[in-house]
């Protein structure tokens, strides 16, 4: 694995690494912005593919910066980290909000990507889903404890987290408890509310794979469909479980079906 840091004009700086060889993929992960959720994923990917993950701004080891905290300035940093690695064309798996980050980058940059999988993401929020997220970010502001804790027990399927709970415990280990963290959850929480792709969807011209899951309580299934419906002959596979996180929860499907993508479209 290699390791590289880019710099961004407003100060930011974001922690990247690059890994294995072929065609290049680059893994956006969601609300929690971590190169890090990719983990189980990686050495299958990297198997076949050159695959880049970086951690978002104010997350892990990349520093905040001072540019306001918007979907298209995550689109943009993704961008940034994509030129700085010098990723050719690459295919972006964008999962939760890395998926609206992928479609913001999609519509900002044409050509730049040789394909999008938008894995449990979403068009524009719905009411379900603006409810929850909104019960959330006042759940961080009372408990950072109790925001972690909910966020894995929703993020799981039951069954899945009951025969591997110290994925539970790794989740809720570090909560985000000093009030610089809790901002950075904040905007992002906001970020992905304000995000709408309703008016771009059907432009976007590139190959777009959709995954879903059943019984995903965090971004549900029918927002998927509602985001194929609206872009441009999606390849679309919804699992019948695996709940929000099905990369870690049906890793080795999730291998399967991007690689499987990648291949139609090389």
Do not use: N
């Amino acid at each position: 694995m290699t390791a590289s840091v880019v710099d961004l004009p407003d100060g930011a700086r974001l922690a990247a690494s690059l890994e294995g060889r072929g065609r290049d993929l680059l893994l956006v992960s969601g609300l929690g912005g971590t190169a890090g959720f990719w983990s189980p994923a990686v050495p299958g990917l990297a198997a076949r593919f050159r695959v880049a993950r970086f951690d978002q701004r104010g997350i892990g080891q990349s520093s905040r910066g001072t540019a306001a905290c918007t979907i298209d300035r995550l689109a943009a940093d993704t961008l940034a980290v994509a030129d700085a690695l010098g990723l050719e064309r690459p295919i972006l798996v964008g999962h939760s909000t890395g998926g609206a980050i992928g479609q913001a980058l999609a519509r900002m940059a044409p050509g730049r990507l040789g394909g999008l999988v938008l894995s449990a993401t979403w068009l524009r929020p719905s009411r379900y889903m603006t409810a929850l997220f909104s019960t959330r970010r006042r759940i961080l502001d009372l408990d950072p404890a109790a925001y972690a804790e909910t966020g894995a027990i929703l993020g799981y399927a039951p069954a899945w987290l009951e025969r591997h709970w110290p994925t539970y415990e790794a989740a809720t280990a570090k909560p985000p408890g000093s009030e610089e963290a809790r901002r950075v959850v904040r905007e992002r929480i906001d970020a992905l509310l304000a995000f709408d792709g309703s008016r771009d969807a059907a432009a976007l011209d590139l190959p777009i794979l959709v995954l879903g899951a059943r019984d995903d309580a965090i971004v549900p299934a029918f927002l998927q469909d509602d985001l194929a419906a609206a872009l441009r002959d999606p390849a679309v596979t919804i699992y019948p479980d695996g709940g929000h996180f099905f990369p870690v929860t049906r890793t080795d499907d999730v291998v399967r079906d991007v690689a499987a993508f990648a291949d139609r479209i090389a």
